[in-house]
């Protein structure tokens, strides 16, 4: 059995950093690509960011391109989310998810996930 749990979500003030991880179980991360999402309350789930299986190739919503940075280890079967220039926009439970498939933005494209870590951006 899979599992995904994230960690390091916390309070932050707004232009502050923040980093996520998200440590992968009963599995091998090369194995999968691997994804942020965030959902916000009252909001739907939002694509974040995705890292490719081998390449380590990355992709970015807009919202937080030039802003947040995925990485993974997959000797320590990690993936990191490094979030920088934080604002209250960016307030919301992060999570990460792995799939066997392609990249996609999509959160039914993703077979599974972590239960989130809150990150909250104070003004």
């Known amino acids: 059995q899979v599992q995904l749990v994230e960690s390091g979500g916390g309070l932050v003030q707004t232009g502050g950093s923040l980093r996520v991880s998200c440590a992968v179980s009963?599995?091998?991360?090369?194995?999968?690509?691997m994804a942020w999402f965030r959902q916000a309350p009252g909001k739907e789930r939002e694509f974040v960011g995705y890292i490719s299986r081998r390449e380590g190739i990355t992709y970015y919503a807009d919202s937080v391109k030039d802003r947040f940075t995925i990485s993974r280890d997959n000797a320590k079967n990690t993936v990191y989310m490094q979030m920088n220039s934080l604002n209250a926009e960016d307030t919301a439970v992060y999570y990460c998810?792995?799939?066997?498939?392609?990249?996609?933005?999509?959160?039914?494209?993703?077979?599974?996930w972590g239960q989130g870590t809150q990150v909250t951006v104070s003004s």
């Open positions: 998810a792995a799939t066997r498939a392609a990249m996609s933005r999509r959160v039914d494209a993703y077979d599974y």
């Open positions: 009963g599995g091998t991360l090369s194995s999968y690509g």
